[in-house]
């Protein structure tokens, strides 16, 4: 198979797209994602034909409008069983690829065409409150243990004191 290029997709939560140091906003500062633009691609007219944040993460995973997909906002129990996705048709194509952060899929652990998902279900989103158990740093706590050894566990504790 030829080399292809490694594809790196970020996808920030409601977050305006002037707010990157690499379109000189005065104030926010990205050093890290500059670099990263720099490096890469920047999509610079991309826009989203939906402004809530699940229908449009669910028109990036699956390429279709709202009203294809029909995804308005987060609704536990009701499945994401899309035929494509972009994770499936690049791993189709040979990629390897992972997705980290909080995705609002459901259920939880659908893949979404990802050969793995590191998730953040602790979000507590207000139909996800906290009565059910979410652990606030889930699967993060084995990365962090690897780095931070026991004060790992002082890092939950803590978090678990604060939403309570």
């Known amino acids: 198979m030829p080399d292809r290029p490694n594809v790196v997709f970020i996808m920030t939560d409601q977050w305006r797209g002037d707010c990157l140091g690499c379109y000189g906003h005065p104030v926010v500062e990205t050093p890290h994602l500059d670099q990263l633009a720099l490096q890469g691609t920047r999509f610079t007219q991309a826009y989203t034909a939906t402004p809530s944040c699940i229908a ?56 979404m065409g990802f050969h793995n998902v590191v998730l953040h279900d602790g979000y507590l989103h207000f139909e996800r409150k906290a009565h059910k158990n979410y652990d606030l740093v889930d699967d993060y706590m084995p990365w962090l243990r690897q780095k931070v050894g026991g004060d790992a566990d002082m890092i939950q504790r803590r978090h678990q004191a604060m939403s309570s």
């Open 56 to 111: 449009a993460r669910a028109g990036l995973f699956t390429g279709m409008c709202q009203r294809n997909h029909g995804r308005v906002g987060y609704r536990d129990g009701v499945p994401w069983n899309y035929e494509h996705t972009l994770a499936g048709e690049m791993a189709a194509g040979g990629y390897h690829t992972q997705a980290v952060g909080k995705m609002h899929v459901h259920p939880a652990r659908n893949l």
